[in-house]
C-alpha cells in the first residue's frame, strides 16, 4: 500500500484555506498512486485553537468542515486521514474531542479520538478535550490501519525512564494485531525533538515489529514552531522516508518495500535560524501583515533579528531604524548601514539626542537634586520605543523586538522601551547561541559585519558602557540561565557542575526572579527550546521565591 504524508502548513480557524491544502495534496496524492494520504493532527482547523475549543460555533463549523472535505475528496482514489476537532458527547464535561478522521469515497471510515492529552509546558489539551473511550484498528482493502494522534504514541515504557501516564493506547491497539501504525502530529520544534521523535517512533516500530509513519504539523502558530519532518520507519525500526523540514511536502512511500535511508544530518544552529525564519514569517502574515520595523542599534541582537526578518519577508519589507542617543558610538551607525546594504533593506535614522534633551528639561525640576542613573537610560529606550510605534501605525508595520533570553532572563530591557513589539524573535535564544547563529550565518560571506560580532555587547546608553558592568560575561552568564530555566537545577547543583561561587549562583538567580513582571508584559516569543519564556513556563509574579 502507497501512503502519502502530506505535511501542510494550516492556519487556525481557516476552514476554507485549510480544507483547500488538504484537497490539491491529496490530488497530488493519489497522481502518484496513493492510496492514503495522511495529515497532521487538527490539521482541519489549525493546532493549537485553544479557547476557540470553548465556542460551539467553532465545533459546528468543524464538523461541517468534515462534510466539506468528504464530499470535496469523493471522486479521489485516495483515502484521507485527517485531524480535526469535534464536539464531545453530552455529559462528558469538556466541550471536545481530539479526532482523526478517515475518509474514502465520501464516507467516514473511522473517528478516532486522542487517549492521552498532554498537560505540560505549551500543552493543555485536558482543559479542552475528553479522553477516547477505545482504540479501534481500521481495516482498509484488507490492511488494518492504528491510528494513533501525537501523544499517543509518547508513553512508551521501553523508551522513556519514567511514563507521564498510567496506561498505553498503543498497547490497546497491538492486541488487535494492526498492520501499520499511523500517527497524527502536531509536535512543535525545539532543539534535539526531531531526533528524539525519530528515535522514540524506531524503538515502537521495532517492538511492535510493524512500520510507523508519523505525519506532523509544518508551519509558525504564534509562539510555536512546527518543523514538519514526517517519516516512515519499517517494521525494523529503520528510516524509509523523511519529509522536509520547515516547509511544505509531500512524500509517497510502501513503508512494507521501501528500502532505509540514513537521517539527514541536524546542525542545531542551522535549524534555529530556519525555525526562526519561518515562525517569523507565519506570525507576520498570519495576522494579516506584510512588513516589519526593526530598531538598529548596531549591536549583535538587532543585527540577526534583521537578518532573520529579511529572510522571512523578503529586504522590500523590512524597514530597519536607527535612533542614536548622545552616547551611540559613530562606529554603530556606519556598522548598521553596512549591515542594511549588505540585507538590502531600507535603513534610515532618527536621531534622539534633542528628544532626550527636552525629556529632561521637562523633567529637571522634578528631578532637581537627583543624580543621573537608570532612569535616564530608560528614557531613551522609551523614546526609541515611542518612534517604532508611531511608525509602526503610520505604515502598518509590525515591530519586532531584538531582546535575547539573557536579556529577558535577568531583566536587563526595557518595559516600553526596547520591549516594545509584537513578536520576539531571539526571546529563546541566549546570547551566546545569537553569536553562533549570526557566525553561521556569516558562514560563506560576511553578511553580519564582523565589527558587530567583534565589539564588546553594550546598550550605549551612558559612556562607554558595557553589558559586563551590570552582568557576568555572557560566557558564564548562559550555562547558569539555561541551567535554570530550562532544566530547573537547583543553585547548589548549578554551582557544583559548572564550577562557579554559589555566591554568583544565587545573584543571577535572584535577578531571574525579579523580572517575571516584565517578561509577562513581553511580546510572544518564538519557541525553539525545551523551555521558552511565554505561556509554557506559569510563575507567579507576586511571590517569595528563595534562590
Not at 488538504?22 to 497522481?31: F, G, L, N, T
Not at 479522553?131 to 499517543?152: F, T, Y
Not at 523578503?314 to 542614536?324: F, K, R, S, W
Not at 525640576?365 to 543624580?371: E, N, T, V
Request: charged share 25%.
Amino acid at each position: 500500500m502507497k501512503i502519502a504524508l502530506a505535511q501542510i502548513n494550516p492556519t487556525i480557524g481557516d476552514f476554507a484555506g485549510n480544507i483547500g491544502k488538504i484537497v490539491e495534496a491529496s490530488r497530488q496524492a493519489s497522481e502518484r498512486g496513493a492510496r492514503l494520504t495522511v495529515f497532521s493532527e487538527l490539521a482541519l482547523c489549525g493546532y493549537p485553537p485553544a479557547d476557540l475549543l470553548e465556542k460551539p460555533d467553532f465545533l459546528k463549523r468543524c464538523r461541517s468542515a468534515v462534510d466539506q472535505l468528504a464530499a470535496a475528496t469523493a471522486d479521489l482514489p485516495t483515502a484521507v486521514l485527517v485531524g480535526v476537532a469535534l464536539p464531545a458527547a453530552s455529559g462528558s464535561g469538556k466541550p471536545a474531542v481530539n479526532a482523526a478522521v478517515l475518509l474514502d469515497k465520501g464516507a467516514v471510515l473511522l473517528e478516532q479520538h486522542k487517549r492521552l492529552l498532554p498537560f505540560y509546558d505549551v500543552f493543555d489539551e485536558q482543559r479542552y478535550f475528553a479522553p477516547a473511550r477505545q482504540q479501534q484498528v481500521v481495516q482498509m482493502d484488507g490492511v488494518a490501519l492504528a491510528v494513533s494522534i501525537c501523544e499517543d504514541a509518547w508513553n512508551d515504557k521501553n523508551f522513556w525512564p519514567r511514563r507521564l501516564y498510567s496506561i498505553d493506547p498503543m498497547e490497546e491497539l497491538m492486541r488487535q494485531k494492526p498492520a501499520i501504525h499511523i500517527n497524527l502530529s502536531s509536535s512543535p520544534f525545539w532543539h534535539g525533538k526531531r531526533e528524539i521523535r525519530r528515535e522514540m517512533l524506531a524503538a515502537i516500530a521495532s517492538r511492535d515489529g510493524i512500520p510507523v509513519l508519523m505525519c506532523n504539523q509544518v508551519g509558525g502558530n504564534d509562539s510555536l514552531i512546527f518543523d514538519g519532518s514526517s517519516l516512515a520507519i519499517n517494521g525494523s525500526g529503520e528510516l524509509v522516508a523523511q519529509a522536509a523540514s520547515f516547509q511544505e511536502d509531500l512524500i509517497v512511500v510502501d513503508p512494507f518495500s521501501a528500502p532505509p535511508i540514513a537521517p539527514s544530518p541536524e546542525d542545531e544552529t542551522e535549524l534555529a535560524y530556519r525555525a526562526l525564519v519561518l515562525g517569523t514569517r507565519d506570525y507576520v502574515r498570519k495576522c494579516g501583515f506584510k512588513k516589519v520595523l526593526v530598531a538598529l542599534s548596531g549591536g549583535i541582537d538587532s543585527a540577526l533579528v534583521a537578518a532573520i526578518a529579511a529572510e522571512a519577508l523578503g529586504p522590500e519589507n523590512v524597514l530597519a531604524i536607527g535612533m542614536p542617543s548622545p552616547y551611540s558610538s559613530p562606529g554603530s551607525i556606519e556598522d548598521s548601514r553596512k549591515l542594511a546594504a549588505n540585507l538590502g533593506i531600507r535603513y534610515e535614522v532618527i536621531a534622539i539626542s534633542e528628544l532626550f534633551a527636552a525629556y529632561n528639561r521637562a523633567l529637571e525640576p522634578i528631578f532637581a537634586g537627583l543624580k543621573p542613573d537608570t532612569t535616564e537610560e530608560n528614557i531613551q529606550s522609551r523614546i526609541r520605543g515611542n518612534l517604532l510605534m508611531a511608525l509602526s501605525n503610520k505604515f502598518s508595520s509590525l515591530v519586532l523586538t531584538t531582546g535575547n533570553k539573557s536579556e529577558m532572563a535577568v531583566g536587563y530591557c526595557t518595559l516600553y522601551g526596547d520591549m516594545v513589539g509584537a513578536l520576539a524573535v531571539i526571546g529563546d535564544l541566549v546570547k551566546t547561541r545569537v553569536y553562533a547563529v549570526c557566525r553561521w550565518i556569516n558562514r560563506e560571506r560576511e553578511i553580519i559585519p564582523h565589527a558587530i560580532l567583534e565589539k564588546p555587547p553594550s546598550a550605549e546608553l551612558r559612556p562607554d558602557q558595557k553589558d559586563t558592568d551590570s552582568l557576568p560575561p555572557y560566557e558564564v552568564l548562559d550555562p547558569i540561565l539555561e541551567a535554570y530555566v530550562e532544566r530547573y537545577e537547583t543553585p547548589e547543583q548549578i554551582a557544583q557542575t559548572n564550577g562557579f561561587s554559589i555566591e554568583l549562583v544565587r545573584q543571577v538567580l535572584r535577578l531571574v526572579e525579579r523580572a517575571e513582571y516584565k517578561r509577562q508584559q513581553a511580546a510572544p516569543v518564538l519557541k525553539v527550546t525545551s523551555k521558552s519564556f511565554g505561556f509554557g513556563r506559569r510563575f507567579p509574579i507576586a511571590v517569595k521565591v528563595q534562590v
